[in-house]
């Protein structure tokens, strides 16, 4: 994309007075843009200030409300077409961003794909399994489920931010709801740097809301994905546990008869939340 006066450029940030001003200073050595947006989510210390002195637009929520609140907060007062997501920490480096918009021609989201060896061992091993669940539940390839450095069409973005979360899981959610949804996606590998000062992230807690948003998006677009997996294991252990009954012990047993009773109403569930999510796409 050639023309950046269509492109706002949105930083959500929290209490990262250290790095701000110089995020939106490589920034802004780039010219053209439409707007550096940066959304101060309630910091108590000089985030705010750091960022106006820099030269960004700046909007505060009163409290901390989370980093996906602060995104859809930028979403909603971007005024470009194209939205340019860049975290405040220093990680991500201004010299990529020709790089995404260059695709954004032809795709509707453009993700910052960022290398394991850039990231710290835990979260590198934590992303490597979400993507690995998500890509097979969405059937492609997802090199960075959760980089926060993206382009994205505005229009569809307010589309669905009523699907994103308030607090750090909005990338797992933005990418899986417009894969989902039909969006074209794709990546772009990037360089990630370390970030200034400590990550809010706890990779306990975060890592659990996030495999949760994972099954959250897919039943939305494509609950058999879950459903028919777990009919089937409880069919076949039903079954299995049946038969083995039967041959040892000439009887089939009650658990046996109530795994299969589960399996069939799990596939039925899952049968009616994918009419249910077919009939919400025609909508």
């Known amino acids: 994309m050639s023309d950046r006066s269509r492109v706002s450029v949105v930083v959500p940030a929290f209490n990262e007075e250290k790095s701000v001003a110089d995020v939106v ?17 309630g910091s108590s210390d000089q985030t705010a200030a750091a960022a106006l002195g ?17 995104v859809k907060t930028g979403v ?12 405040a920490d220093g990680q991500h480096d201004a010299r990529d961003i020709d790089a995404l918009l260059a695709k954004m021609e032809t795709h509707d989201m453009v993700i910052g794909s960022r290398k394991a060896c850039d ?63 039909g969006y074209n996606v794709t990546f772009v590998p990037i360089k990630a740097h370390r970030r200034v000062g400590a990550s809010k992230i706890r990779p306990l807690r975060d890592g659990v809301l996030f495999l949760l948003i994972i099954f959250k998006i897919i039943t939305i677009y494509s609950p058999l994905k879950i459903f028919f ?33 589960l399996a069939v109403i799990v596939f039925l569930i899952g049968l009616l939340s994918e009419q249910i999510a077919a009939w919400q796409e025609r909508r």
Not at 76 to 87: I, K, N, Q, T, Y
Not at 232 to 260: D, E, Q, R
Request: glycine share 10%; net charge positive.
């Open 25 to 41: 200073a490589r920034i802004g050595s780039e010219s053209g843009w439409r707007e550096v947006l940066v959304i101060d989510d």
């Open 54 to 70: 820099a030269g960004a637009r700046v909007v505060r929520h009163p409290y901390n409300k989370g980093n996906g609140a602060a």
């Open 76 to 87: 909603r007062e971007a005024r470009g077409d194209v939205v340019l997501l860049m975290d």
């Open 119 to 181: 990231q710290p061992p835990l979260r590198a091993l934590g992303n490597f399994v979400f993507r690995a669940l998500a890509s097979w539940l969405t059937g492609r390839p997802i090199p960075d489920l959760t980089s926060g450095f993206r382009a994205v069409d505005r229009e569809k973005m307010l589309s669905l931010l009523n699907l994103l979360p308030n607090g750090f899981s909005y990338p797992t959610t933005s990418c899986l709801a417009f894969l989902k949804a």
């Open 229 to 261: 997996p777990i009919a089937t294991f409880s069919f076949l252990a039903g079954a299995g546990y049946g038969l083995w009954n039967v041959i040892v012990h000439h009887k089939i047993p009650m658990g046996a008869a109530l795994l299969i009773q």
